[in-house]
């Protein structure tokens, strides 16, 4: 655990100084998935991370939190290079997955994103049906096999916990399940092609409180299976399902470490007061 | 106070833009209205009229045909014309037009032939070739020749010597050409004598010449006395008794011609009565005349002794005295008219050898103009006994019309189903205006049908009409377009634009993908997009042009002959060689730039697929360039040439300009379709491990493909109606060879075609009769108008669905 006399982060983020975070041991000691190292962005001319270095242990549930426009997005978009799709970004840094550099020439981003599952904040079916929603990955990566694709289908619908909700209707639009469902769909299609590491960002964002309910339990029964690497706005929530969370502010990680820790008792006063609601 | 001003002078504006936009639409449904009306209408059948004119100085007419249209300065009627193998139409001064002229008879029927358009008339003869007569060739001869002898002595003994040489020469034929099967010619409905008719007519005519002798010596004495006698009275009592002398001489001619008219024929019981009935009208008229010519005459013995130097009296004798002249001339006609029906039974004869004109009646028409000048009558009172004449006249024809004439066209149709016979037809003709009516032969093979339309049903008339919709759409024009249907007008435009959309529809979704998918935003592409959008409003016409220069004289040349024939300087064969070696290697250094980058960073990538695209374009430039310029190229048809193959208008190259012209819709309504794909849905399926392809195959060209089908009709709609740059390219009235048919291989991408458009213009300006035409033309545009306004429509229900779909976004 790395110490540090400044007074507020907060302050000297929002003076565009650089911020050093407070990292724990816990989580700078497990077994890492991805290694995000001295990361920086620029949308244009405008910086959106800044030297972001962060850990993220396998096989365990990381919650990003953060005030809106912190950047939470941009650093989850960029482990999977999503990046790629934009125009005038410009990168610094390096994001290790697996032990390998991401934004190496030779690596092939559609390959890594093959690897890496994501689910956005609005649930984001493709208007066909919903077993071809859930085995897309599968043909995009050249799997044309039925049986293949009916077994993982079934499968993931399993484990997304909307099998039986959609046993019967697997031929119906995928547009036409409701949004709770929709978007288990989504995280159906994400863990399809059994990646070893899942994005979320904001899953729960568009949904009720029961559908909320059922995403939270998913989360928990793929832990372990899959590192999850969450973004959510609902503290609670991330007390109750991740392992470890870290605070995000401004485009700088301020402060990570185990989720008990950071909810009890945290390292900065400052991250106390996000994660209690008296700021943000 | 200010604002309701204000708000005041607005609702004016509002008002007057409301109103000026309801005229505009207003008079857009007007057109469209009239173009239903006209269009609908146009193969309903029309009763034929015979139309009676009357003519200062000339021969009245007689007009058999439909009424077209009117306008404040004439009335134009579509005729028969035979001799020239297109139907006619005739205009006719509104001065001579008098609807009470317009007669509706029964008998007279359309005929309706593949060569020269529509005859007007009624079956008289029908020739028919007897197979089963000929079996016994002896028989066959005799026949023939007893027949022909007869015809000759016939036509020997009435008319000149000029014809007996034809005629001999026909004998002759008949006797070598033994094998031919026997011609029988029939009058429909009687038979006739040919001799005693002849006979009939000569003692007619001695009769009435020595009648019209003692007219002219009594004349004379009449004139001497005059001389002598007072003027007034004395003129007028002579007058009226040499009248009386007249009417009792024409009441014996018109006897006369009575018994020779029985004579002539075996008539029917119902033909006889009629024309006794004519006849004892006649003479009952005239004998009325002479009883109370007769007491007037005593009446004016009485007061002539009584007062002989009244002066009042003298002027009212002068009077009665002018009116009396004009009565005789009265009766001249109605001896004439007794004449002319005696020449029309001949005229019946006279069709055996053609079509002869009956041109007696001339001479009474030609009376009848000296009686107007001589006398007193009016132009009204000369055009009223004109038209009584000519109804008389057609009263006459129709009364000796037998129904079995009436059905026989018909019937004949149904009969002879081989078309080997030949129908003689009383007719009207433009040639010589239409007085007298003549005769005309018809083979029957050439007969589309006989449609008695003065005397059908509306359920018939439904039948016809119906009938003629499915020939306009299924047939083939005849008659130089103003018959038959526009089948292959309509195939040329559906193969063209089928061709054409199947091009552009590629060519405008790949330009669209690579603007709205593959290249950032920039000035440039700004640019490029505005000038896309420019391209769709430069004139077709334009786009024609540039076809011709481009697809016919450039490319179609080159093919047909290689470089040399489309004028193209080859290269010499060490400079082609190397310049073969340049773009392979150029091709093969893009290939290589295009692999590396799938694996290349984000910052690297762009440059390099620039760099790539860049090679590319010039490889294949230089490729075309090489291919141009090739020494090695003789084309593809060389043999044909110099008539050309490809290098001249044809129908790819039609749809092929079409497509350019079009390419601009198609691009514009893929790109705002692509426009319309949610981002959630591409950065999904890049979440998903897809690769760029993959999501515009899978996702994106899926979800746009109602909006690209709706680009693909409104271009379809848009070539549908071009007319201008086809005409460039080969778009003809009339092609004997279709684009598309059932010979291999099938559709035939160089050859000309029709195209409904096209087919108005044409008809509507080229033709040489627009007035025959005008149905096909109205038809037409009705089809065109109703194939436009389909695509369009669906092209809206496309995309109103495709909203509905994807609601949800
Ligand atoms: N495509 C882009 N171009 C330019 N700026 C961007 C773009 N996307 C995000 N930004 C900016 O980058 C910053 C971080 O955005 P980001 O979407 O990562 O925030 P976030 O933490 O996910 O916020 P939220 O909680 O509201 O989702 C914001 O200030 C945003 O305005
Ligand atoms: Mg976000």
Not at chain 1, 151 to 156: D, I, L, R, Y
Not at chain 2, 117 to 130: D, E, K, R, S
Not at chain 2, 160 to 165: C, E, I, P, V
Not at chain 2, 437 to 461: F, G, K, Q, T, Y
Request: with cysteine.
């Amino acid at each position: 655990m790395s110490q540090d006399p400044s007074p507020n982060r907060l302050e000297a983020a929002a003076g565009g100084k650089g911020v050093d975070a407070v990292i724990h041991e816990r989580v700078l000691n497990a077994e890492p998935c991805i290694e995000i190292q001295k990361f920086s962005l620029w949308y244009g001319k405008k910086q959106a991370l800044h030297e972001i270095t962060m850990p993220v242990p396998r096989g365990q549930v990381t919650a990003l939190v953060g005030p809106s426009g912190c950047g939470k997005t941009t650093l989850l978009r960029s482990v999977n290079r999503m990046t790629d799709f934009m125009d005038g970004l410009t990168l610094r840094g390096s994001i290790l997955f697996e032990g390998s550099s991401i934004y190496e020439p030779k690596v092939d981003p559609v390959e890594l994103r093959r690897r890496i599952g994501m689910v956005f904040q609005d649930p984001n079916p493709f208007p066909m049906s919903v077993f071809e929603n859930v085995v897309y990955p599968l043909k995009v990566a050249g799997i044309q096999k039925r049986s293949t694709l009916n077994k993982v289908c079934e499968q993931s619908l399993r484990r997304a916990a909307l099998w039986d909700e959609v046993r019967d209707r697997l031929t119906e639009s995928g547009l036409k399940l409701s949004g709770g469902q929709q978007q288990r769909l989504c995280i159906a299609r994400a863990i399809a092609t059994k990646p070893s590491l899942l994005l979320f960002d904001e899953p729960c964002s568009a949904l009720d409180p029961l559908a909320t309910r059922k995403i939270e339990d998913l989360v928990g029964e793929l832990r372990g299976k899959y590192t999850i690497l969450i973004v959510t706005h609902n503290m609670q929530q991330a007390a109750r399902i991740s392992d470890n969370t870290g605070f995000i502010y401004l485009g700088r990680l301020i402060e990570y470490g185990p989720t008990s820790q950071i909810f009890t008792k945290p390292f900065l006063p400052e991250t106390e007061d996000y994660v209690t609601g008296r700021f943000g | 106070m200010n604002t309701k001003v204000t708000s005041m002078r607005d609702d004016a504006r509002i008002w007057m833009v409301g109103g000026f936009l309801a005229l505009c639409l207003g008079m857009m449904l007007v057109t469209v209205l009239f173009i239903v009306w006209r269009g609908a209408s146009a193969f309903w059948p029309r009763s034929i009229d015979v139309i009676i004119l009357g003519q200062a100085d000339d021969s009245p007419r007689l007009l058999v045909g439909n009424k077209l249209s009117q306008d404040e300065r004439s009335v134009r009627i579509q005729t028969s014309d035979p001799g020239f193998g297109t139907s006619g139409s005739q205009s006719v001064d509104l001065a001579q037009w008098n609807e009470s002229m317009r007669v509706r008879s029964d008998w007279i029927q359309r005929v309706e032939t593949r060569q020269s358009g529509a005859l007007f008339g009624v079956p008289l003869y029908i020739t028919t070739l007897n197979q089963s007569d000929a079996k016994d060739v002896s028989t066959v001869v005799r026949k023939v020749f007893v027949e022909t002898a007869h015809r000759c002595r016939v036509i020997l003994d009435r008319d000149l010597q000029s014809t007996t040489g034809n005629q001999l020469e026909l004998i002759a034929d008949t006797l070598t050409d033994c094998t031919r099967p026997s011609i029988r010619r029939e009058r429909v409905g009687s038979k006739g004598d040919m001799g005693e008719f002849l006979r009939g007519t000569e003692q007619f005519q001695d009769n009435a010449a020595s009648r019209r002798h003692s007219l002219a010596k009594a004349d004379e004495q009449i004139a001497n006395c005059l001389e002598d006698l007072l003027p007034g009275f004395a003129k007028e009592w002579l007058l009226l008794a040499q009248e009386q002398g007249n009417a009792t001489g024409c009441l014996g001619a018109i006897d006369e011609a009575f018994k020779v008219a029985c004579g002539l024929h075996s008539w029917s019981d119902e033909e006889l009565e009629t024309l006794r009935q004519q006849f004892t009208n006649y003479q009952d008229e005239l004998e009325k005349e002479l009883i109370a010519r007769e007491a007037r005459l005593e009446k004016l013995n009485k007061r002539w002794i009584q007062t002989a130097s009244d002066a009042a009296f003298a002027k009212e004798m002068q009077q009665a005295c002018l009116q009396s002249v004009s009565q005789r001339h009265l009766f001249e006609l109605e001896l004439s008219w007794a004449e002319s029906l005696l020449s029309a039974q001949k005229l019946e004869f006279a069709g055996t050898t053609g079509s002869e004109a009956l041109d007696l009646p001339v001479g009474a028409i030609a009376r009848l103009n000296a009686i107007q000048r001589e006398t007193q009558l009016s132009s009204e009172e000369t055009d009223l006994v004109r038209s009584l004449w000519g109804q008389d006249y057609l009263g006459g024809i129709e009364a000796r019309i037998s129904s079995e004439q009436i059905t026989a066209g018909v019937q004949l149709l149904r009969l002879d189903s081989e078309r080997k016979s030949q129908v003689a037809m009383l007719v009207s003709g433009r040639g010589e205006l239409v007085f007298p009516l003549r005769m005309e032969s018809v083979p029957l093979s050439d007969v589309e049908a006989i449609l008695a339309v003065n005397r059908m049903s509306v359920w018939e008339m439904v039948q016809v009409y119906a009938g003629r919709w499915a020939e306009f759409l299924t047939a083939a024009p005849r008659a130089a377009n103003t018959a038959g249907g526009i089948f292959p007008a309509i195939l040329g435009t559906v193969v063209l634009t089928l061709i054409m959309t199947l091009a552009v529809i590629p060519l405008g979704v790949v330009a669209a993908l690579y603007l709205r998918e593959y290249i950032t935003a920039s000035p440039l592409v700004s640019l490029v997009r505005i000038s896309i959008h420019n391209l769709a409003g430069v004139p077709s016409i334009v786009y024609g042009v540039f076809g011709v220069a481009f697809f016919c004289y450039t490319l179609g040349a080159f093919l047909d002959g290689g470089p040399a024939n489309a004028g193209i300087q080859v290269l010499p064969s060490p400079v082609w060689f190397v310049g073969l070696g340049i773009v392979a290697s150029c091709s093969c250094v893009a290939f290589f730039c295009s692999l590396r980058i799938g694996l290349g960073q984000a910052g690297t990538w762009l440059w390099l697929s620039r760099l790539a695209l860049l090679l590319w374009t010039l490889s294949l430039a230089g490729f075309c360039f090489l291919l141009l310029k090739s020494p090695f190229f003789e084309g593809f048809y060389r043999d044909a040439l110099p008539i050309p193959t490809f290098g001249k208008g044809g129908i790819l190259w039609a749809s092929l300009t079409l497509a350019l012209l079009t390419l601009p819709i198609v691009i514009v309504s893929t790109e705002e379709a692509l426009a319309m794909v949610p981002d959630s849905l591409r950065v999904g399926s890049f979440a998903c491990g897809a690769s760029k392809w993959q999501t515009i195959w899978n996702i994106v060209l899926p979800y746009a493909r109602s909006g690209i089908v709706t680009g693909g009709l409104l271009a379809a709609a848009r070539a549908v109606g071009q007319v201008a740059p086809l005409m460039l390219l080969g778009a003809l009235p009339a092609v004997v060879d279709l684009p598309l048919d059932s010979q291999f291989p099938f559709l035939h991408p160089s050859r000309s075609f029709m195209h409904l458009g096209n087919q108005v213009y044409s008809l509507s300006q080229r033709s040489s009769d627009t007035e025959a035409t005008q149905p096909m033309v109205f038809a037409s545009i009705l089809l065109l108008v109703l194939a436009v306004a389909s695509l369009h429509l669906t092209a809206n229900l496309v995309r109103a669905r495709f909203r509905a779909r994807f609601a949800q976004y």
